[in-house]
């Protein structure tokens, strides 16, 4: 039903009011003077393709039973007069409504059944609730305003009694209450019935039928095909340096699960993004696959998943399609992030920003975003004002735009801020990803939208942008400060290898710089001088700049000077025996590697290389860590004996400490307070106080 327009919808409404199975005539009289015939067919038509109201060929229409509980309350209309007399309302109420009504008693003898048909009878009279709303004083018609609008019943303490009789609006509600335009539910709690509401509507669920708004079309913008490609370049590099950053330093997450909002306002700064932009991509990338959430348990990270690895060489067209397809698949509210600024709550400083990962899974995300790529796509030659754009799609799909509905019933129009702001929000993400424009007002469609709204695949939609969405050129220019431009961008390969020794300086810019730093992390790699200048010869367009030459010289003669390693043992002594040992059978098996003269470490422990020395014949001899001789005597070894489970507790026999065998006898109570880690209390018999106590 989220796919029905809201014509189509009010007529799904109309039908659970009405009950099915029904007439078409009788539906046409419900329906009232303001549906033509030809509208009521057409609605029916969409109805019957989703299997909600199947007309027959007697003119009846069957459907599903409980058609109404998508709408909740539908019509907004309460429970009938017969229910309601179920629950509260007495027959003196109901015979007070009848006389205040119609102004006459009811008949002597009638029951309450008769009565409930009475009054129901009378509140569905339009001109006797029209003059019975008359009547009443300005606050009862203000309570009577406030309980149609309500969703549910509301609430008024002191109605005819209790100690809340001075209540403001107990008063009122007496009077409403007395001719039946106000009932009870339970005590203190009141609804409009049914009837009374439908006869101040003039006897019709929907007094009036709404009618699709008029679009103007506007002429397009005349660079918008270019807008579109550099928008969709500018996403793409974005979500490529997010791969870059976290290739070799994951996000890590707090405990919430999320990333933290330092750390994206840290990362956004250094990608030259928005804090909301960076949010986007990384959802984005998360959706499609590339990132993912690992490490240990305390110290999860956000990092590459081992299919990034093939993306990032896949051509600049494919990248954008998987980013534009799993926008359009995904169920993730990312527009969450880009609403704070549209919305009220852009004004407040303080207000919490929305964080990747920690989104809302909203089923009918995935539809606005179809909705208005649909609304611009049928403008093929035109542009839509933005403000007219928020009134086509609440007609389209209200049930997608909930705040629509909210702010056409609220006088106050208190829904609208919320709608425009999430339709500004979902267009803000579709421009930011190419496949829409918006510029001064004006809205039109952008990089493949037809195909994105036809459900093309992302090999489809790399295909439809791969003449302006170019891999680049395996060509940049080197500067004489240092930097590699390269405007129109370079080839996967190319940027890939040129990533690994600059450092990107803003996304989307095309300059990297080369320094210190990132020449040593390309060292560290395990390149070198002669690669690293050879490279840059290969693709620079202009000889290099003596100063990079001198540059990448000094960090390589630098680089390595001192050499850090692993290792749990050394061996040193004489250098003959030092080489004898470390080329000798035993000493491949044990990794012993010599680092100079008289000097090999293993990463065995010193026990086993003195076993497999002095096994050879040699005479080793173990160093402390201060280098000082350790000698290894054999040391005593003596266990403590444990008395049995049946002793403990019991006094030692006096035989001057020794037993017959002339061995020390433990006491007992002694052992026990050893075991607990605490000194033993004795007794003058030399037992434990407890057990002389028990």
């Known amino acids: 039903m989220r796919s029905l327009d809201l014509g189509a919808l009010r007529l799904a409404e109309l039908l659970a009011v009405v009950g099915l199975p029904t007439t078409m005539a009788a539906l046409a009289e419900a329906a009232g003077p303001g549906l033509d015939r030809g509208r009521l067919r057409a609605g029916l038509a969409d109805l019957a393709e989703l299997g909600i109201a199947l007309p027959g060929r007697d003119g009846t ?46 008949p002597a003898g009638a029951g309450k059944a008769a009565l409930v048909r009475a009054v129901s009878a009378a509140l569905a009279d339009p001109r006797v609730v029209a003059r019975a709303a008359a ?9 009577l305003d406030e309980a149609l609008a309500a969703p549910g019943p509301i609430t008024v303490m002191g109605v005819g009694y209790g100690r809340f009789a001075g209540y403001p609006d107990a008063e009122p509600a007496s009077w409403l209450l007395d001719r039946g335009l106000l009932l009870p539910v339970t005590y203190s709690q009141l609804v409009v019935p049914r009837e009374a509401a439908l006869g101040l509507r003039g006897g019709l669920v929907f007094p009036e039928w709404p009618a699709p708004p008029p679009i103007e079309p506007l002429d397009r913008l005349q660079d918008g095909p270019a807008r579109a490609a550099a928008a969709a370049t500018r996403a793409v590099v974005a979500a490529e340096g997010v791969c870059a950053r976290l290739d070799r ?35 984005l990338l998360v959706e499609a696959g590339m990132l993912a959430v690992g490490g240990p348990f305390g110290q999860r990270s956000l990092g590459l998943r081992p299919e990034a690895d093939a993306w990032l060489a896949a051509p600049r067209a494919r990248r954008w399609a998987d980013l534009a397809a799993a926008w359009r698949a995904a169920d993730l509210a990312v527009e969450d992030h880009l609403v704070t600024r549209q919305g009220p709550a852009s004004k407040d400083a303080t207000a919490d920003r929305a964080r990747p990962l920690a989104g809302r899974r909203l089923a009918a ?147 990297w710089r080369v320094h210190e730093a990132s020449l040593r992390r390309a060292f560290d790699e395990g390149r070198s001088a002669d690669e690293v200048l050879g490279f840059l010869r290969r693709h620079s367009s202009t000889p290099l700049p003596q100063a990079l030459e001198y540059l990448v010289a000094e960090a390589a003669r630098r680089h390595g000077r001192l050499r850090v390693g692993g290792a749990a043992t050394y061996l040193r002594g004489d250098p003959a025996l030092v080489t004898g040992a470390v080329r000798s059978a035993a000493g491949r098996r044990l990794g012993l590697r010599e680092l100079a003269p008289g000097v090999a470490v293993t990463g065995r422990s010193q026990a086993e290389l003195l076993a497999v020395l002095r096994k050879a014949g040699e005479a080793p001899l173990a160093e402390g860590a201060d280098g000082s001789p350790r000698p290894e005597g054999l040391r005593p070894v003596r266990h403590a004996q444990r008395p049995a489970p049946d002793r403990l507790g019991r006094a030692a026999p006096a035989s001057n400490g020794r037993d017959g065998h002339g061995s020390p006898e433990a006491d007992p109570a002694a052992a026990v307070a050893r075991l607990r880690g605490r000194r033993p209390v004795q007794a003058a018999t030399g037992t434990d106080q407890r057990t002389a106590r028990g």
């Open 365 to 511: 995300a995935a539809a606005r975003r179809r909705s208005l790529l649909e609304a611009l796509t049928t403008l093929p030659a035109q542009a839509a004002a933005r403000d007219t754009l928020a009134a086509l799609l609440a007609w389209r799909q209200p049930m997608a735009w909930p705040p629509a509905l909210r702010g056409a019933q609220d006088p106050a129009g208190a829904g609208l801020d919320e709608l425009e702001a999430t339709v500004r929000a979902v267009l803000d993400a579709a421009t930011f990803l190419g496949v829409a424009v918006a510029e001064g007002g004006l809205a039109q469609a952008g990089l493949a939208a037809e195909g994105w709204v036809a459900g093309a695949g992302p090999a489809v939609l790399a295909e439809a942008a791969a003449s302006v969405l170019p891999d680049g050129s395996d060509r940049f220019l080197v500067a004489g400060d240092l930097t590699v431009v390269a405007p129109g961008g370079l080839a996967p390969g190319v940027e890939t290898r040129l990533a690994g020794l600059a450092d990107r300086e803003t996304a989307g810019s095309g300059t």
């Open 135 to 143: 009547e009443a004083d300005q606050d009862a018609r203000r309570l």
């Open 61 to 106: 229409i069957s459907g599903p039973p409980r058609l109404g509980a998508p709408f909740g309350r539908p019509g907004d209309l309460g429970p009938p007069v017969a229910e309601l007399a179920k629950v509260g309302v007495s027959a003196e109420r109901l015979e007070r409504i009848l006389a205040n009504l119609v102004g006459m008693p009811p």
């Open 249 to 283: 330093e994951p996000l890590a997450l707090v405990r919430a699960g999320t990333v933290a909002v330092r750390d994206l306002r840290r990362l956004a700064r250094d990608l030259g993004l928005a804090d909301e932009e960076l949010a986007l991509v990384v959802d």
